[in-house]
């Protein structure tokens, strides 16, 4: 009895280790398309290409008109964030993304200074 009950509490161990240790870790690098809406210009789409090195990630989105913006941001389980700065003829401008990944999707919103903020999702592409 006193050799089950032990080997139970092992058992539950190591599956609790393995839920805290061994948990995939999140690797969005790739292509994704973004959009995001209820913008003042209606819904804008772009391609966004991440790098990540661990929970650190770097972005280079392309916008309209083909515009690029660089950024760089963070992957923490399920949270990402990232920022990017455009640079333009009124100076420079900071959007800030937050949201969450699941699996080959992302959503969440951006913050785009005194504009407010507005939904964005992203879909890996293949």
Request: aromatic share 8%.
């Amino acid at each position: 009895m006193r050799f089950r009950s032990m080997t139970a509490g092992l058992l539950l161990l190591g599956f609790l280790a393995t839920l805290v240790f061994g948990a995939a870790a999140v690797d969005i690098s790739g292509v994704w398309e973004m959009t995001t809406t209820q913008t003042p210009q209606g819904d804008m789409t772009a391609d966004a290409t991440f790098v990540q090195d661990k929970e650190a990630i770097k972005v280079s989105m392309t916008g309209p008109q083909g515009m690029e913006m660089k950024g760089e941001g963070t992957v923490k389980g399920q949270d990402v964030e990232w920022t990017v700065t455009i640079s333009g003829g009124m100076g420079e401008f900071v959007l800030v993304y937050k949201g969450k990944v699941d699996g080959e999707t992302m959503s969440g919103e951006v913050q785009a200074g005194d504009f407010g903020s507005f939904p964005w999702t992203a879909k890996k592409k293949k």
